[in-house]
């Protein structure tokens, strides 16, 4: 379990910055990418991604210095963490396919204005798939139980809300009134409790 853990640590180092930063690149300048078309805006992006993921390799040993070691009961943990992320991915990927997942909306004029999705998870919540991917990295941090995975997950939660902040404005240009009523009815993160959402898009 050990080695299993470090090799989980080590990807999850490596790459959950670099793309996180990744939507630090595309909301705030949808108009240039989509300019640029997606052919030449998805190298660029990812090759900028590939050097950060080639930096922070270089650190690794460092980086994954400090282990707390083997943790039956926090490993129990993460893995009821998991199932809880995987179920919620599920229902994610039932509105939502991969070219948005990847952010082909921001960066294709062909893509606009597309579909708000407003059924489904995203009836209860508006963004799934960021409390989807919170989830699975805070069920990684107790499994591998490493510090810097600890730090990357807690560091995710003001990162995205700010990742969120700039989707919700891009959202904004596209759908208008549709997407300010949508955002007067439906939370961000967690669902209301003990009622339900009436008004459905």
């Known amino acids: 379990m050990q080695e299993a853990a470090y090799w989980l640590a080590l990807v999850t180092v490596i790459a959950v910055p670099p793309f996180a930063v990744f939507w630090f690149f595309v909301h705030p300048f949808t108009g240039f990418w989509r300019k640029l078309g997606p052919a030449k805006a998805y190298p ?11 930096i922070i390799s270089h650190f ?3 980086l994954l210095r400090t282990y707390f070691g083997v943790s039956w009961p926090l490993a129990v943990l993460a893995v009821a963490l998991f199932l809880v992320s995987f179920s919620l991915g599920i229902l994610r990927a039932q509105r939502l396919g991969p070219g948005v997942m990847l952010g082909l909306p921001q960066l294709s004029d062909r893509q606009r204005p597309g579909r708000l999705v407003t059924d489904g998870i995203y009836a209860h919540i508006r963004h799934p798939r960021y409390v989807q991917v919170g989830l699975g990295l805070a069920a990684i941090a107790l499994f591998t139980n490493y510090l810097a995975v600890y730090v990357i997950a ?11 902040l700039l989707e919700e404005r891009e959202l904004r240009e596209r759908f208008g009134e549709e997407h ?11 669902p ?3 009622r339900q959402n009436k008004h459905r898009a």
């Open 180 to 190: 300010e009523q949508y955002s007067r009815r439906v939370p961000r993160f967690l």
């Open 192 to 194: 209301r409790l003990g």
């Open 154 to 164: 807690a560091a995710y939660i003001p990162v995205i809300y700010l990742v969120v």
């Open 60 to 62: 690794r040993a460092p």
């Open 44 to 54: 660029v992006l990812l090759g900028l991604v590939a050097i950060m993921m080639l």
